[in-house]
């Protein structure tokens, strides 16, 4: 089993920034894909970045030049940047992570991913 917990999640102002962390533990090693995503209330969860073991990353259109994914030479904390913070980033964020090597269509794809952190929650005020 693979572990997750997130953590970095606040209360800022619109053009503010945060950074998630996602510390994973157990049999991360199995892991090939990890990926941040995030459910706003009433909307479907969606991916807004993901990262391969060997360092392709992919996001989502919404959040290109915003967002940086990132994970640490151990490979055991991810990593989340939001920079420009807007209202519509306001969300419960989540980390995730998969078994398989996916490509970057896949790593913003939550149907692809076995494990998942409880969240950290992002309250972005105007």
């Known amino acids: 089993q693979v572990q997750l917990v997130e953590s970095g999640g606040g209360s800022v102002q619109a053009g503010g920034s945060l950074r998630l962390s996602c510390a994973s533990s157990g049999d991360s090693y199995v892991t090939n894909s990890l990926g941040w995503f995030r459910q706003a209330p009433g909307k479907e969860r969606e991916g807004v970045a993901g990262?391969?073991?060997?360092?392709?990353?992919s996001y989502a259109d919404s959040v290109k030049g915003r967002f940086t994914i990132s994970q640490d030479n151990t490979g055991n904390t991810l990593y989340l940047q939001i920079d420009s913070l807007q209202p519509d980033d306001t969300a419960m964020y989540c980390c995730?992570?998969?078994?398989?090597?996916?490509?970057?269509?896949?790593?913003?794809?939550?149907?692809?991913?076995?494990?998942w952190g409880q969240g950290t929650q992002v309250t972005v005020s105007s």
């Open positions: 990262i391969r073991r060997d360092g392709r990353t």
């Open positions: 995730a992570a998969s078994r398989s090597h996916l490509s970057a269509w896949g790593l913003l794809q939550k149907a692809y991913f076995d494990y």
